[in-house]
């Protein structure tokens, strides 16, 4: 199982940030895959996961009603957005997949994680 983040980088304090997660050595449709962040100084927190029964997502209430997670399986790709970006959405995005579905993420662990992803809001 492997996952790649690709899309941070340096973005402008109301704007928006889409980030994708290459997904390989396994069916997307199987797993449930997940977003997170780590800002500096801060734990890690989950954003957002769709799980693999019915397509169910999750969001944490620090981006909820501005972020949407969406997969592609076709192209194993994973995506997440965020819109009216803040200094407080700056941080390391990692996704993270696995075979039991996410209904909650407070109660999802993952067993597979990607590398992470640099975001910085700035103005």
């Known amino acids: 199982v492997q996952l790649v983040e690709s899309g941070g980088g340096l973005v402008q304090v109301g704007g928006s940030l889409r980030l994708s997660c290459e997904t390989s050595g396994f069916m997307l449709e199987d797993y449930a895959v997940g977003w997170y962040r780590q800002a500096p100084g801060k734990e890690r927190e989950g954003l957002a996961c769709?799980?693999?029964?019915?397509?169910?997502?999750d969001f944490a209430k620090s981006v909820e009603g501005r972020a949407t997670i969406s997969s592609d399986n076709a192209k194993n790709t994973v995506y997440l957005q965020i819109n009216g970006l803040d200094r407080a959405d700056t941080g390391v995005y990692f996704c993270?997949?696995?075979?039991?579905?996410?209904?909650?993420?407070?109660?999802?662990?993952?067993?597979?994680w990607g590398q992470g992803t640099q975001v910085t809001v700035s103005s």
């Open positions: 769709v799980g693999r029964v019915d397509n169910r997502t």
């Open positions: 993270a997949a696995d075979l039991l579905p996410c209904y909650t993420l407070g109660w999802w662990d993952p067993d597979y």
